[in-house]
């Protein structure tokens, strides 16, 4: 008997991924949320949230307002802290975080 092979594909991750599912987590962690609990409240599977941590999974722009407003961060500062992870954005000296 043939094994069913799922449509869904993982894509291998790139720098952007990567560091935006960085970013991600340390906000989350910094906020005390679980995978589970961000979620819950985004209104999807924790494995997608581990997915986009890992940078297995790209975000949509909606899901990134989404994380970032259950984050009560700007979207703005999710994406600022994913070059920061890049490399491409140096922190601000005062507070550490992007601007």
Sequence with gaps: MAQRR???QVQPQTGTDKAFGLALR????AKGLSQEGLAHEAGVD??????LE????????????KLAGILGVA???LVGRTETVMGTRPPDPGSGFSR
């Design 75 to 77: 979207a703005a500062e």
């Design 26 to 29: 340390e906000i989350r962690t």
């Design 46 to 51: 924790r494995s997608y949230v581990s997915l």
């Design 54 to 65: 890992r940078g297995l999974k790209s975000p949509t722009l909606r899901m990134v307002f």
């Design 6 to 8: 799922s449509n869904r």
